[in-house]
């Protein structure tokens, strides 16, 4: 069966600092990979999408990365804020799946003063 | 614009009961998509629409209907809920294309006892 196993699956720092969020997945082959954040009572948002043949898409503070060959990917978020407290989402399209997606269960990010 | 709205934002029934969950998009997209949220799980598709008029089951539609009632409009109904139907529901919207942006609403909580 398809998966999507993200880590780890939750996460503290403080303000300003960075971090890496992970993603592992078994779809294969897959069109598209896509990171959403979710803030809480509220529906996902695209953040980056990437596909098999690109390494790594950045929107803002939020840079994304792609291996294929290991099935990995990454989101690093620099100078982290408070507004970056959310739930972040790894979602695979794999290749003839038509419209179904195979979303990670997410990272809980909480970014404190 | 509104984007993907759905109705009600809370809702709590009782076990046997029905309720119908509506969702409307106004970036004229083609394709609609029903989702539920549990704790500890990724998004799991109940129901989608890949163009008006037309409607297909996800990975979990057992207990649920659908009803494309025109492009705009995507509603989910519970025929007769049960407890393990306690989730948030999702609503998303899409053009269909490949590299397609799913955009998702607020959400749905409903609680059934």
């Known amino acids: 069966k398809n998966q999507v196993e993200q880590s780890p699956q939750s996460l503290i720092i403080l303000e300003g600092k960075n971090c890496t969020l992970q993603?592992?997945?078994?779809?294969?082959?897959?069109?598209?990979l896509r990171w959403y954040k979710q803030d809480t009572g509220r529906g996902p948002v695209s953040l980056t999408i990437?596909?098999?043949?690109?390494n790594t898409k950045s929107n803002g503070r939020y840079t994304a990365t792609l291996d294929a060959d290991t099935k990995q990917s990454s989101l690093h978020i620099t100078a982290s804020q408070l507004s970056d407290s959310a739930s972040y989402i790894c979602?695979?399209?794999?290749?003839?799946?038509?419209?179904?997606?195979?979303f990670g269960t997410g990272t809980q990010l909480k970014v404190e003063l | 614009n509104a984007g993907v709205t759905q109705t009600p934002k809370f809702q709590v029934l009782k076990t046997g009961q029905s309720m119908t969950l509506q969702c409307a998009q106004d970036?004229?997209?083609?394709?609609m998509y029903w989702y539920r949220q549990d704790p500890g799980m990724g998004l799991r598709l109940i129901y989608y629409?890949?163009?008006?008029?037309?409607?297909d089951k996800g990975e979990v539609p057992n207990g649920y209907n659908v009803s494309r009632l025109n492009k705009r409009e995507f509603s989910l109904r519970l025929e007769s809920a049960a407890p393990s139907q306690t989730s948030v529901y999702f609503c998303?919207?899409?053009?269909?294309?490949?590299?397609?942006?799913?955009?998702f609403g607020p959400g749905t909580r409903l609680l059934v006892l």
């Open positions: 979602v695979v399209r794999p290749t003839g799946g038509g419209n179904k997606l195979t």
């Open positions: 998303a919207s899409s053009t269909g294309q490949v590299q397609e942006t799913q955009y």
């Open positions: 990437m596909t098999f043949s690109e």
């Open positions: 629409s890949a163009s008006e008029g037309t409607t």
């Open positions: 993603c592992n997945y078994t779809v294969s082959p897959f069109s598209n």
């Open positions: 970036m004229n997209h083609n394709s």
